[in-house]
């Protein structure tokens, strides 16, 4: 007999709408929490949440950098042939050459910040600067 529950996992993953929108905006490319908290109306403990579900049915997993977490489809032809099946296949927030070149610049800057506050002798004050 087939073992149904890996199956029902996954669907069940693609059963609530932020888990959708997340799924939509990671077909973009990797983002960190913080990223999908700034284009998504959740809250980061609500998005994080939602992202173990979907790493529990092995449609997300992370790579770490630094104290960030990076999410990226681990399947990512399943989840597009999944979200074109139900018409979200489009990122949640359509965005303008220049505002994804403005996101990306201010990602940089808070990945610096976070490399400086991680060097010996370097304050808390003095990588916020």
């Known amino acids: 007999m087939l073992d149904t529950q890996p199956a029902a996992e996954m669907l069940k993953a693609f059963s609530h709408p ?4 997340i799924l ?9 929490v913080s990223d999908m908290e700034e284009l998504l109306p959740a809250r980061q403990a609500n998005i994080s949440q939602h992202l173990g579900v979907l790493r529990h049915a092995k449609l ?7 104290a ?28 303008t050459p ?8 201010r990602l940089e ?10 060097l010996p002798g370097t304050s808390r004050q003095q990588a916020v600067q």
Do not use: F
């Open 18 to 21: 932020t888990r959708l929108s």
């Open 60 to 66: 997300v997993d992370y790579a770490q950098d630094g």
């Open 68 to 95: 960030l977490r990076c999410y990226y489809l681990s399947r990512p032809r399943l989840v597009k042939d999944m979200l074109v099946l139900v018409g979200r296949d489009e990122p949640v927030v359509k965005r």
């Open 98 to 105: 220049e505002e994804i070149q403005a996101h990306k610049a």
């Open 24 to 32: 939509q905006e990671l077909l973009a490319g990797p983002k960190c």
């Open 109 to 118: 800057k808070a990945r610096q910040r976070e490399k400086r506050a991680k």
